[in-house]
C-alpha cells in the first residue's frame, strides 16, 4: 500500500472460480454498474480493464455517506495473472486536502479564544480529515470481496442450471 497525503494506492489480490478469458469482462462491468449507481461522479471512463473517474466538488453536501465521497479521482485496473487477478486501484483526496487547510487556516484567525481552543481545532481538522481519507480503502476492498463472491455464487448456480439440463 502506498500512501502520499493527499492519495493512496493499493492492490487487491481476486481470487475467482469463474475462467480467466470470462471473469475480466463480468467483473469490470459490476464494478462500473456500481460506480455509477452509487457514487455522485462525473466522467467515468472505462477501457476494458481499467476505469477511471473524477467528481464534482462539494459533492458529500448532496450525496449523503457514500464510499467515494471523499474520492476526487480514481483509477482502477484489472490485471490478470496465473494465481487470479489483481485490481490496482488509485483514488486521490485532493479536494478534502484543501478543505483541511483552509480549514486549518481558520486557527490563525482571532475567532478561536486561546492557543488550546486552537490546537485542538487543528487537531479535530486533521483527524477528519485522515479519517475521510483512509475509510474509503477498507469499505472499498470489502466491497471487491463481496462482490467476487456474489460472482462466483452466480457462476456455480449457472453450471448447476447447465448441468440440470444437460441430464434431463
Avoid: Q
Avoid at 101 to 108: V, W
Avoid at 134 to 158: G, S
Amino acid at each position: 500500500m502506498s500512501f502520499k497525503i493527499f492519495a493512496l494506492e493499493n492492490e487487491i489480490k481476486i481470487h475467482t472460480i469463474i475462467p480467466h478469458d470470462e471473469f475480466p469482462e463480468t467483473f469490470m462491468n459490476e464494478l462500473e454498474k456500481f460506480i455509477r449507481e452509487k457514487a455522485y461522479i462525473n466522467n467515468v471512463t472505462r477501457e476494458e480493464r481499467k476505469i477511471s473517474f473524477w467528481a464534482p466538488p462539494f459533492r458529500f453536501a448532496w450525496n449523503g455517506w457514500n464510499l467515494f465521497n471523499p474520492v476526487t479521482r480514481a483509477c482502477m485496473e484489472l490485471k490478470e495473472h496465473s494465481y487470479g487477478f489483481d485490481l490496482k486501484y488509485k483514488f486521490v483526496f485532493m479536494e478534502f486536502f484543501v478543505y483541511a487547510i483552509l480549514f486549518s487556516l481558520l486557527a490563525l484567525f482571532p475567532a478561536l479564544p486561546s492557543a488550546g481552543w486552537k490546537a485542538g481545532y487543528l487537531v479535530l481538522v486533521w483527524i477528519i480529515y485522515f479519517f475521510n481519507i483512509l475509510w474509503p480503502k477498507p469499505r472499498f476492498e470489502k466491497y471487491i470481496e463481496t462482490t467476487v463472491e456474489k460472482l462466483d455464487t452466480a457462476y456455480l448456480e449457472k453450471l448447476k442450471k447447465l448441468k440440470g439440463n444437460a441430464e434431463g
